[in-house]
């Protein structure tokens, strides 16, 4: 009875360490890390393909103001006056102007950060879930550096201010929230799996406040790119008065510019949208292994869509470019032209009075004075016609060099 005794004691005892560890498997983290693989991927597909698009969009934007030569004295001022604040009040380099280029260049960084941001959450999370992967130390450097790089991008949106009081901004732009930390903190502890799916589902509200800060973003930036589109409208509809064939095609190169830009930004939007999606998608695989994540896809396809817009918009922006920098020689070829036709029709006008006068010369022969006239005028009539040979000469090597000049700067976009 004691053996017997015994061994009931043992199928008890191994019966309930048995429970105990299926029990802990249960709420402990799957070995399957591929959904958090997936959405650091997605990450990544969307920041690669939208710093790209933006690094074609901001420079391209900025050069306009390169070109800004033709402007007044006090336009010339105002375009490019930097501003510190004399106030002491408000203290020390506060910046009260800034010239819009550096506005677009800040802006420019300031979505580096967000998508930037955005990777670092993913990658945090993947590191997370790993075994012994990550130290309480290390995921609090990781909240920091995520958060901290959250309020640069939202600051890198903000108009020159003198408060320094920006305590609540930096709560609201970052991309883990206070009270998901504390349940990240438990899963570190003990790698209960419904700890896990309390932090990422805490951070929801998060993750989603952040990407309306990027789409927000994103509205601004096209804001800019309309009145910018709407002003140089206007320019070409003037231009087209004097100079119809540049016109055109500044205006083509223009409306080229702007399409590629919008689809940019549309694309970029879709992708911003679809990161809270594919966050809330994550926590239901975590939940339900093996549960597909289709705006995870949608993020990826986002991001390979913004490298084949980038890639069009470079040449697209190449092309504007090349027809900025031609546009001159371009206006001074057709200016040329009128001066060659203008002066011809002087040289016909001139030559009719010059046959009249030697025919009238002639037929009075006695008269030295029309005699006169009639030299005078041949003489006229000869200098006018070899002005305009010489425009029309000048006119058609200056219009012969732009052609070739694009011939070659088209044959270099199309390699």
């Known amino acids: 009875m004691k053996t ?79 501003t510190i604040s004399s106030d002491d009040a408000k203290g020390p380099f506060v910046v009260e102007k800034v010239p819009i280029y550096l506005v677009y260049e800040r802006f420019k960084s300031g979505l580096y950060d967000m998508t930037n941001t955005m990777v670092g959450y993913t990658n945090t999370l993947l590191t997370l879930v790993k075994t012994d992967a990550m130290t309480d130390s290390e995921f609090t450097k990781s909240v920091n550096e995520l958060n901290g790089n959250g309020f640069s991008a939202y600051m890198a949106f903000q108009k020159p201010s003198g408060s320094d009081d920006h305590s609540q901004a930096a709560k609201n732009s970052g991309l883990i929230s206070s009270l998901s930390i504390a349940a990240f903190r438990a899963y570190l502890n003990n790698k209960k799996q419904s700890d896990l799916i309390d932090a990422l589902e805490n951070n929801q509200n998060q993750v989603e406040r952040f990407s309306q800060q990027y789409v927000n973003a994103l509205m601004l930036i096209s804001a800019i790119l309309e009145r910018e589109y709407a002003a140089k409208s206007q320019e070409y509809r003037e231009l087209f008065l004097s100079n119809p064939a540049s016109a055109t095609k500044q205006f083509m190169a223009l409306n080229r510019n702007y399409y590629a830009q ?117 003489k006229k009539a000869l200098e006018l016609k070899l002005i305009a040979e010489q425009k029309a000469e000048a006119a058609k090597k200056m219009k012969d060099a732009v052609d070739a000049l694009r011939a070659a700067a088209m044959a270099t976009l199309t390699e």
């Open 262 to 378: 919008i689809n940019s930004l549309k694309a970029m939007h879709r992708s911003a949208e679809a990161f809270p999606y594919a966050h809330k998608q994550l926590i239901e695989e975590v939940k339900q292994p093996g549960k597909s994540g289709s705006s995870i896809v949608s993020m990826v396809n986002y991001g390979q869509q913004l490298k084949k817009l980038a890639e069009g918009a470079k040449k697209t922006n190449e092309q504007s470019l090349l027809e900025s920098n031609l546009a001159p020689s371009e206006a001074r070829a057709s200016s040329l032209t009128a001066e060659a036709v203008a002066a011809n029709h002087e040289y016909a006008k001139v030559q009719l009075q010059a046959v009249a006068a030697r025919i009238a010369s002639d037929t009075d022969s006695t008269d030295l004075s029309k005699k006169q006239i009639a030299i005078d005028l041949e």
């Open 4 to 82: 017997f005794g015994s061994l009931r004691r043992f199928y008890i005892t191994t019966a309930l360490i048995l429970i105990s560890t299926l029990l802990t498997g249960c709420d402990s983290t799957p070995q399957n890390f591929k959904p958090f693989e997936e959405f650091k991927t997605s990450a990544e597909t969307l920041r690669d393909g939208s710093n790209t698009a933006i690094d074609l969009i901001i420079p391209q934007t900025t050069k306009r103001y390169e070109d800004y030569t033709d402007i007044s004295h006090d336009s010339f001022k105002n375009l490019h006056s930097l």
